[in-house]
């Protein structure tokens, strides 16, 4: 598996990223992700900030730690792995704002495009359904 947590600094990720706007809106989905884990964040492979953590099993019986929730900035987007299956998901996303989905990910380009009240509605749900799943 290629997505393990690492070691590097998320503060130092954070202050990688070139663009001041992306890496203000990386602080406030981290502080959303942080509140609804109560868990620091941490880095996963070299671009996955996750917060908390979940044992994940296989259909074959392999175990694997992994996060409740994270998020990556990328190229075209911002991209937070939510899930697919918490409560509320359809009527959640209906309401808040330009975005994109597919499976377990949520595409934002930038956050001024959503509502941020929606969106820790949709951060807190998911850490919700993804503890329970772990339970």
Not at 40 to 62: H, Q
Request: aromatic share 8%.
């Amino acid at each position: 598996m290629k997505t393990k947590a690492t070691a590097t600094s998320v503060t130092a990720f954070f202050s990688g990223i070139k663009d001041e706007n992306v890496r203000r809106d990386c602080r406030v989905v981290a502080r959303l992700m942080a509140q609804a884990t109560k868990s620091k964040a941490k880095m996963w492979s070299s671009s996955i900030v996750g917060f908390g953590e979940r044992t994940i099993t296989y259909a074959d019986g392999r175990e694997w730690p992994w996060m409740l929730i994270a998020f990556s900035p990328r190229k075209a987007n911002l991209t937070l792995y939510v899930g697919r299956n918490f409560d509320g998901r359809d009527a959640l996303l209906g309401k808040l704002g330009k975005h994109s989905a597919a499976g377990g990910c949520l595409y934002i380009k930038r956050l001024s495009d959503v509502d941020l009240s929606v969106l820790k509605k949709v951060v807190d749900a998911s850490v919700k359904r993804a503890k329970k799943a772990s339970a």
